[in-house]
């Protein structure tokens, strides 16, 4: 499993971010290897987290014309940002919080 982590500070969002921002989350919806999202705020910067069973199914949002849009203008309605992928090499927990991805098996 993979994680994209979208972290930003956000300036002034218009009609065009939120209508992107929406495209976007569906999109990634639709690409087969997609496995849910999360998204994180403080007083001070946002946090989108993707989950994907591939690294290809991650680069076919990145390559998707709506991110692709909305990264051409990113400094409209951004006031800095950072991308982090990584892979997950475990996850548990107690099982109580549902509708988060869990990794099918460890990997070294």
Do not use: C
């Amino acid at each position: 499993m993979y994680t994209s982590t979208f972290t930003f500070a956000k300036k002034q969002y218009d009609d065009d971010f939120h209508r992107l921002d929406q495209a976007i989350a569906e999109a990634a919806k639709q690409i087969p290897g997609y496995l849910g999202e999360e998204a994180w705020e403080n007083d001070r910067l946002i946090s989108n987290v993707y989950y994907w069973d591939s690294l290809e199914a991650l680069q076919a949002l990145m390559r998707h014309p709506t991110h692709l849009q909305a990264k051409a203008r990113q400094a409209e309605w951004l006031d800095g940002y950072q991308v982090v992928i990584s892979q997950v090499l475990r996850t548990y927990g107690d099982g109580k919080l549902s509708g988060l991805p869990l990794a099918t098996a460890a990997t070294p």
